[in-house]
């Protein structure tokens, strides 16, 4: 019975456990006496002070504040005994949080390093023009033809009302009077491609942007019917001073900076590593679905 | 004063309307000798300051509200304790983001982006425990030192986060989540937490372009009954900072809104700012959203409930995800439409089971039509509200396309799955993915797009609610509109001259004039062609009784009314497999004159609009081609997607 249970290959490694744990405690033991002294600062209780004042919005009496400290103390042996145990291996949160203290450290000599020029603000700005693009805008009135109302004739009649505006040598003609009912506005003011996109459909957005300013011109097609479109003004798409977008560009360049140096940090590290990686076994890799 | 200053300071239709009357006043000055000690100028000098004719330029003078701006008050980013516990991580600035139309990354890891940019958006995270998710993922000692929040903690880190989240909304409904580990208003979590929310919101406004409203959601919900309210700022930062949310949680909140009420007064006076309150979901209040017994007391509502409701609640979210709110086919069997994306199963976390009686004080008309009736009785009208749609959405997404639906929480964002998983099971009911409703918007109408402008556009009511196509709807009632007016080439400016718009009030008919109405609705750009505009009317009788009654206003094609006064189907072009519809039915455009043919000048009422689109593909239709599954039979595939405007109402 016994024998049998020598076999079992579980109490080999609990007892191998029990081995290991030995070691580590007598290694430990052996070290200096240094890692065996825990000091409670006064500045460390004056810390766990106000953080209790901090959540509970007073002080902490005597009482609570002796708790405290004894927990801190708990939690400090508790810690390196954890830790002499090697339990903070192959487990992924602590992995994760070690990475991002590291990862923190980069970036706060970056935080910390000399803020970027003005010059290296508009290089930024200038390599990176299409993203801080202000979308050209149109001023147009239109005159609106119903499909559903006149049918296959809305098309003639828009071009006779073309032919109109056209011929009348500057004799004035009411707006008002032309064309169908329409429930968004006759004319917009400086609106941009998306905007009148938005209200018109892409497609007539598209047209417009193609029509000739100054003259009456159509018919183009939207998502309701027809329209008569006069473009009064242009306002070109420019980009953007780097005076509108400081902030952005600013952002973006620490961003860059960021990104660049845990790169770099990186790319440096990895060097001292010799990164074996081995095919995977053929049931890890999932199935194809 | 803060009342005055509330919403007619920059009202331009109030402007055009005291414009008007002044020139009204001047007219008569003209013919009357004047009493004046100034000699009278010739009536052709003050013709010329005054003319008779209207303006060369045809704009000048319309300052109304020419163009409808889109958005949605009430999303949810990881802010929101529960949010967060279903997966939400994303924040108000990737809320702000993604309304303004860039592609983020859902908290699902899938990329997002909506068809069209939104114009305005509120992000109103849960004033209860705000930022406490963030701070229970993160570990927080004080969380971790209570063994609540611990189990909660490693719930999540072992998976289990949906099992957390739903245990930790049922402990708030309750209240029975630790007092030690709940942020509260006056710690540095909660002031944090708060600077965030104002700074996202400031950092993306931009006036004239999109507006990004500071707000929060107060969450009542005492026995899990929803009687929830979003809290919108007309201010910056720089007002809103010097105070806290209000919260529900003893001793510092209440869930009373008569409390609630009282620390937006307090705000005000404070601060010299404003606030609105908008509350939704009376379909999971359990009979308790629009009372006419407070729950609260046991007695009947009095004056100042009605007062004061009536001042801070002037419009209602009557659609989102969790349902639809309009009408329930219990209270209206004579309407074909009331059974839309019903949500009645029982509260909000299904610990208690509907009965029928509760829903006469949970659904927007029954509650339009009891605000008749204790008007009556009380001197005013606690529940004359507009109606708006919003989301909702515990996603930090606005995105309620049928074709492009991000659900109701992160765990509900696109997925083979999402559907057939129930969305919230107890031992009295299921309710299933597939029940999610992908709704709603607010429609409003301003002068600009500013939070000053909104802001007093909602005061006004001047807004409209739809399920998510962006139909424009108009909405006027006078008593001299002419049949002639529906094809005017600006029926808008008719509108506004010769009437009230939608949340607008009429009173003392003319001798022997019924009121009447120009209606005009618009297809969405790029989405379906419409079926009908309905104008629903309720009424209150002589003998104390209030009614209601459906109107067929206008319709596409040639169909034609029945003796009932109904009018037959449109038609239905949806390919559910393809998940298409086609635009060869239905018309882009109704427009119409209508008259009240049943007007009694004694009796109260009100007066909202209804437009319906035509049948298209309802989300599960567009997820099941999507996914290639196979949705189970009693999924509904398609729907009429609608609008609700806000009411006009009639008082002798």
């Known amino acids: ?289 | 004063m803060s009342r005055k200053n509330g919403f007619i300071r920059n009202s331009s239709v109030v402007g055009i309307l005291v414009a008007m009357v002044l020139a009204h006043c001047f007219s008569i000055v003209v013919v009357m000798p004047l009493a004046a000690q100034e000699p009278t100028p010739p009536a052709q000098d003050l013709e010329k300051v005054f003319p008779k004719k209207p303006p060369y330029s045809p704009y000048a003078g319309r300052n109304f509200p020419e163009r409808v701006y889109w958005g949605d008050t009430h999303l949810h980013t990881s802010f929101s304790m529960d949010a967060g516990a279903f997966g939400c991580r994303l924040g108000p600035r990737d809320a702000y983001r993604f309304a303004k139309g860039q592609e983020i990354t859902a908290s699902s890891g899938q990329p997002a982006r909506l068809a069209r940019p939104l114009d305005f958006l509120v992000v109103a995270d849960h004033s209860d425990g705000f930022g406490f998710f963030p701070l229970l993922m993160g570990g927080d000692p004080k969380i971790m030192a209570d063994p609540q929040g611990r189990g909660w903690y490693e719930m999540i880190q072992n998976g289990q986060g949906s099992a957390a989240a739903i245990d930790i909304i049922t402990s708030f409904g309750k209240g029975t989540i630790s007092k030690a580990i709940f942020p509260v208003p006056g710690t540095i979590a909660y002031q944090g937490a708060w600077e965030e929310v104002i700074k996202a919101a400031d950092e993306a406004n931009d006036p004239g372009r999109f507006t990004a409203f500071i707000g929060y959601e107060w969450t009542s919900n005492t026995g899990g009954n929803n009687l929830h309210r979003n809290i919108i700022f007309r201010d910056d930062g720089s007002k809103a900072s010097l105070i806290e949310p209000y919260t529900t949680q003893k001793p510092l909140g209440s869930d009373n809104p008569r409390d609630l009420w009282k620390w937006m007064s307090g705000y005000e006076e404070k601060t010299g700012g404003h606030v609105l309150a908008i509350a939704h979901n009376g379909n999971l209040s359990n009979g308790r959203m629009f009372p006419i017994i407070e729950s609260f007391t046991g007695r009947p509502i009095d004056r100042e409930y009605a007062e004061t409701r009536a001042l801070r609640e002037r419009i209602y979210e009557v659609t989102q995800i969790k349902g639809d709110g309009e009408a329930h086919p219990f209270l209206s069997p004579n309407d074909e439409f009331a059974n839309y994306e019903r949500w009645d199963k029982g509260n909000l976390d299904l610990t208690e089971k509907k009965k029928p009686e509760m829903l006469e004080f949970e659904y927007a008309r029954a509650a339009l039509r009891n605000g008749l009736k204790l008007e009556q009785e009380l001197g005013v009208n606690p529940y004359k509200f507009g109606m708006i749609g919003s989301t909702d959405a515990h996603t930090g997404l606005a995105a309620i396309d049928e074709d492009n639906f991000w659900g109701k929480v992160s765990s509900s964002e696109p997925s083979p799955e999402r559907a057939t998983h129930p969305f919230i099971k107890t031992a009295n009911a299921t309710i299933m993915g597939w029940e999610q409703t992908a709704s709603g918007y607010a429609g409003v109408w301003a002068t600009e797009n500013t939070r000053e402008a909104l802001f007093d556009a909602m005061q006004r009511k001047e807004v409209y609610a739809t399920t998510g196509p962006r139909m424009i709807v108009r909405f006027f009632a006078g008593w001299d509109f002419q049949a002639g007016d529906a094809n005017t080439r600006n029926p808008a400016a008719v509108g506004y001259a010769k009437g009230v718009p939608m949340g607008g009030d009429l009173s003392t008919a003319p001798a022997g004039k019924a009121p009447t109405f120009l209606v005009a609705a618009l297809k969405d750009p790029i989405g379906a062609n419409l079926d009908r505009i309905q104008i629903i009317k309720g009424w209150l009788d002589s003998s104390g009784q209030t009614h209601e009654k459906i109107y067929e206003v206008a319709w596409s094609g040639d169909r034609k009314l029945d003796t009932k006064g109904k009018l037959p189907p449109v038609g239905d072009t949806v390919d559910v497999p393809n998940a298409t519809y086609t635009n060869t039915i239905g018309a882009s455009e109704l427009i119409k004159v209508w008259k009240d043919p049943e007007f009694d000048a004694s009796q109260r009422a009100f007066y909202y609009v209804r437009v319906l689109e035509i049948p298209t593909p309802r989300w599960t239709a567009y997820d099941a081609k999507y996914f290639g599954i196979k949705m189970p039979p009693e999924v509904p595939m398609k729907g009429q997607e609608r609008a609700y405007t806000s009411p006009i109402w009639y008082t002798p």
């Open chain 1, 1 to 289: 019975m016994f024998e049998k249970l020598l076999r079992e290959p579980i109490v080999h490694f609990i007892a191998l456990g029990v081995v290991l744990f030995l070691l580590a405690g007598q290694a430990r033991h052996a070290g200096s006496p240094e890692s065996d002294k825990i000091v409670v600062t006064s500045s460390q209780i004056e810390s766990l002070a106000i953080g209790f004042t901090r959540t509970w919005m007073r002080p902490p009496t005597q009482e609570e504040l002796k708790g405290l400290t004894d927990d801190s103390i708990r939690e400090e042996i508790l810690y390196r005994e954890a830790m002499s145990m090697g339990l903070d291996r192959d487990d992924t949160i602590v992995k994760r949080r070690m990475r991002q203290k590291l990862e923190f450290l980069t970036e706060d000599t970056v935080a910390q390093g000399a803020p970027p020029t003005e010059q290296e603000l508009q290089a930024y700005l200038d390599r990176h023009q299409n993203q801080y693009r202000e979308e050209g805008r149109l001023t147009f009135e239109h005159i609106f033809f119903n499909r559903e109302k006149r049918g296959k004739s809305a098309a003639t009649d828009a071009e006779a009302v073309l032919d109109r505006l056209k011929g009348r040598n500057g004799s004035h003609i009411e707006l008002d009077t032309l064309g169908d009912a329409f429930l968004l506005p006759f004319n917009l003011v400086a609106q941009s491609g998306g905007q009148i996109g938005q209200l018109f459909g892409d497609p007539f957005s598209k047209r417009l942007a193609q029509v000739t300013p100054g003259q009456w011109t159509g018919p183009i097609e939207s998502s309701y019917g027809l329209h008569l479109v006069r473009v009064d003004e242009q306002i070109p798409g420019n980009v953007l001073p780097l005076a509108t977008v400081h902030d952005a560009v600013l952002r973006e360049v620490m961003n860059e900076r960021r990104r660049r140096a845990l790169d770099v940090a990186y790319a440096k590290l990895q060097q001292r590593y010799n990164i074996v990686i081995e095919p995977p076994t053929p049931p890890a890799i999932a199935e194809k679905r």
